[in-house]
């Protein structure tokens, strides 16, 4: 875990391998949710699944200090990959194929906010 400075801005932030052996996007996604859950970050990143995809919550947290209920966002970011799918071990475990690349991750210096970009990579 850690916690990054951008600016005067603190981001949270986790990552992880990832593990598993999905084969369907949505059963990747929902791995990365589940093994997010835990984790009071800004941005939780998994790896392993072989997919560049992204996932923006929100979630509530108690503000004991101005006695509020604060909304807050959480970014769950599949770090994708640059694996060539025919004749892979993607394809050979039935993998869903889907597109190469890494997200782009922009964090703003002056507030907090991160944007999130997928990149996609051309043959």
Known sequence: PSHDKAGKTWYRIRSTHGRGN????YTKIA????AAEIYNCDLF??????????????RREINIKN?????????????G???EYDKSYAE?????????GSPIIKLFMN??????QKSICSD
Do not use: R
């Open 22 to 25: 999905s084969t369907k996007i």
């Open 31 to 34: 791995k990365a949710v589940s």
């Open 45 to 58: 990143f998994y790896g392993h699944v072989h997919l560049n995809h992204s996932i923006e919550l929100e």
């Open 67 to 79: 006695k509020i209920i604060d909304v807050a966002k959480k970014y769950i970011v599949l770090t």
């Open 81 to 83: 990959h640059y694996l």
């Open 92 to 100: 050979d475990s039935n993998m869903e194929p889907c597109e190469t």
């Open 111 to 116: 507030k907090k906010q991160i944007n999130i």
